[in-house]
């Protein structure tokens, strides 16, 4: 079973960049990493999806070294409203029963 | 553009009572979830429905059947509840191409609590 590791909780201040790296040393050569967002009493939503190098969309960048054992989601200027449980999805390529989120990164923007 | 909608919103039960929640989604999506999530434990998947007609276990699918009515409905049914279920309890939808790698839509949750 593919099992991220992330922090459990990272503090910004708004207009700073924020990074959140993700482990997942037991990623699967066919396996996408996907980042979502939740906020409190809401279902966790898409970020952004890549699976090595460097994507960049409206909301986010996200970053893949070349032996893919980790990725970093980029928040650039933060603001309050970014405030929300980050979490890393990696899957592996034996079926829908590994599809767990694990614990999130709590992100806090403050003032 | 309603996406997935669940209801109820909020439920009480008693021990011992049973419920079913509903969800759909109207995105001709072919893939469908229930997941809960509890405080600091995430998001663990109950049961999946890869395709209309088919259900399948995830993480913790003890005490909970379900339902793929068609392809717009997947419906989770407690048929005793226990107080370990309180929970919220979130639906997911997502085309079905190449699981994991897909994109789910949740809906925005059911709050559970069992006395």
């Known amino acids: 079973l593919a099992k991220t590791t992330q922090p459990i909780s990272m503090d910004s201040y708004e207009g700073q960049e924020v990074n959140i790296t993700c482990s997942h040393n037991?990623?699967?050569?066919?396996?996408?990493i996907t980042w979502y967002q939740q906020f409190p009493s809401q279902g966790p939503r898409f970020i952004i999806q890549g699976y090595k190098t460097k994507v960049t969309n409206e909301v986010a960048s996200l970053f893949i070294p070349a032996d893919r054992k980790s990725s970093t989601l980029s928040l650039p200027r933060v603001s309050l409203s970014d405030t929300a449980v980050y979490y890393c999805?990696?899957?592996?390529?034996?079926?829908?029963?590994?599809?767990?989120f694990g614990k999130g990164t709590m992100l806090l923007v403050s003032p | 553009n309603a996406g997935v909608t669940q209801t109820p919103k909020f439920q009480v039960l008693k021990t011992g009572q049973s419920m079913t929640l509903q969800c759909a989604q109207d995105?001709?999506?072919?893939?469908m979830y229930w997941y809960r999530q509890d405080p600091g434990m995430g998001l663990r998947l109950i049961y999946y429905?890869?395709?209309?007609?088919?259900?399948d276990k995830g993480e913790v699918p003890n005490g909970y059947n379900v339902s793929r009515l068609n392809k717009r409905e997947f419906s989770l049914r407690l048929e005793s509840a226990a107080p370990s279920q309180t929970s919220v309890y979130f639906c997911a939808s997502s085309e079905g191409r190449v699981p994991p790698n897909e994109k789910l839509f949740f809906g925005s949750g059911t709050q559970l609590s069992v006395l």
């Open positions: 995105m001709n999506h072919n893939s």
């Open positions: 037991n990623i699967a050569t066919n396996d996408y």
């Open positions: 429905s890869a395709s209309e007609g088919t259900t």
């Open positions: 999805l990696v899957g592996e390529n034996s079926g829908y029963s590994t599809l767990t």
